[in-house]
């Protein structure tokens, strides 16, 4: 028996994992363990569709990615109001250099 693995960035399968030994399977034609899951699928009621997509891994992807945005700005707007405050408190000047 298989299992289709997904990409995690793209949501589309990425490889076949054979559950008797957790084989990862290249989709590759010149594979001999590939061609034995192709021929091993066509003779399933319900093959796995190698078409698939993993719409879960797309929205984590995506969840991930905008978390990211979002940490740099929340970054960048830290780091702006630590200078401002600095400059206020005349650690800093105007150029943003320790005062000495």
């Known amino acids: 028996m298989y299992e289709l693995n997904y990409d995690s960035m793209t949501g589309k399968v990425g490889s076949i994992k054979r559950l008797s030994d957790s084989a990862s399977i290249p989709l590759c034609e010149d ?6 899951f192709l021929e091993w699928n066509i003779e399933q009621a319900v093959p796995l569709d190698l078409d698939s997509i993993d ?22 707007k830290m780091k702006d109001i630590a200078i ?9 000047d105007a150029g943003g250099k320790i005062k000495k």
């Open 31 to 36: 594979n001999m363990d590939f061609r034995a």
């Open 55 to 76: 719409a879960a891994s797309i929205a984590a992807h995506e969840a991930q990615k905008e978390q990211a945005a979002i940490d740099v700005l929340v970054n960048q």
């Open 84 to 92: 401002a405050e600095l400059k206020k408190e005349g650690i800093l």
